[in-house]
């Protein structure tokens, strides 16, 4: 069974920065790609950065883009999203979700039913 740790979540103020954790646990991730997922309130939750574990390869949803980035960390076995410019509509929770043999585009375009693991969310919230 694969458990998704996640931490970094809290308060900000718009432009700032926050770091998100993912610590995926209970096996490898060679063949596996993670990524973050968000949900604000009233909202669908909507794909916002992936990585694949092995090769590095990452893709970001349009607002994402030149403001945050995913890495992984192989030693710690974790992955990061590192955001940065933060605007108010960043906010609602952040998922972390883990998608077994597939790519960081494929997860992209994936549906909630097709992740194959979620994390419980940490709240990001972005004040103006």
């Known amino acids: 069974q694969v458990q998704l740790v996640e931490s970094g979540g809290g308060l900000v103020q718009a432009g700032g920065s926050q770091r998100l954790s993912c610590a995926p646990s209970g096996r490898t991730f060679s063949r596996y790609a993670v990524g973050w997922f968000r949900q604000a309130p009233g909202k669908e939750r909507e794909f916002v950065a992936a990585i694949r574990w092995s090769g590095g390869f990452t893709a970001y949803a349009d607002s994402a883009k030149g403001r945050f980035t995913i890495q992984r960390d192989n030693a710690k076995n974790t992955v990061y999203l590192q955001m940065n410019s933060l605007k108010p509509e960043d906010t609602g929770v952040y998922y972390c979700?883990?998608?077994?043999?597939?790519?960081?585009?494929?997860?992209?375009?994936?549906?909630?039913?097709?992740?194959?693991?979620w994390g419980q969310g940490t709240q990001v919230t972005v004040s103006s």
């Open positions: 979700a883990v998608s077994k043999f597939t790519t960081a585009q494929a997860m992209g375009v994936m549906t909630q039913s097709q992740i194959d693991y």
